[in-house]
């Protein structure tokens, strides 16, 4: 049981960790995000 929890509170972290990195990538693009070479290729 102590396992099934761990795991879980683990795929929760890396979860948060990923919306909290894209969240802060979004900050430090700014307004012009849209216009970057790096996120138009990829979309």
């Known amino acids: 049981m ?3 929890v761990s ?3 683990l795929v929760a972290e890396i ?3 990923a919306l909290a990195g894209q969240f802060l990538l979004g900050l430090l ?3 012009k995000r849209d ?3 790096s996120t138009s290729c990829c979309r």
Do not use: H, R, S
């Open 2 to 4: 102590l396992l099934f």
């Open 7 to 9: 795991a879980v509170k």
């Open 15 to 17: 979860a948060l960790m």
């Open 29 to 31: 693009a700014g307004q």
């Open 35 to 37: 216009t970057n070479l």
